[in-house]
Nanobody, 126 residues
Framework: VQLQASGGGVVHPGGSLRLSCATSGFNVAVYAIGWFRQVPGKEREGVGCISRDSDITYYSDSAKGRFTISRDSAKNTVYLQMIGVEPEDTAVYYC????????????????????WGQGTQVTVSS
């Protein structure tokens, strides 16, 4: 089982960015995948998730209306589309897989994740 997040970078406030979580070793269509972020000195927090066996998505209050999670099962990839980014969105972003607990989505607690991808840095700065 592997997950690999990518697509981070530096973006201006108000700009857009799409993160990708490429997966292998399992059927991405049948498991819940979450996106999380973390800044130094703070706990990892859930941004949103996409449910197992469906494309129902849930978002944190800070992400609602600005972020969209989607899944391309043919490419074994889950995306996080970010628009209208703000400096407060600066963080390392991670994708996580709930393979055994079946608690992720709608819940987005990090403890619901069994496997993590490595993070990708997003910096929102003018």
């Amino acid at each position: 089982v592997q997950l690999q997040a990518s697509g981070g970078g530096v973006v201006h406030p108000g700009g857009s960015l799409r993160l990708s979580c490429a997966t292998s070793g399992f059927n991405v269509a049948v498991y819940a995948i979450g996106w999380f972020r973390q800044v130094p000195g703070k706990e990892r927090e859930g941004v949103g998730c996409i449910s197992r066996d469906s494309d129902i998505t849930y978002y944190s209050d800070s992400a609602k209306g600005r972020f969209t999670i989607s899944r391309d099962s043919a490419k074994n990839t889950v995306y996080l589309q970010m628009i209208g980014v703000e400096p407060e969105d600066t963080a390392v972003y991670y994708c996580g897989l709930d393979m055994f607990k079946w608690k992720l989505c709608p819940g987005t607690k990090p403890e619901f994740v069994d496997y993590w991808g490595q993070g990708t840095q997003v910096t929102v700065s003018s």
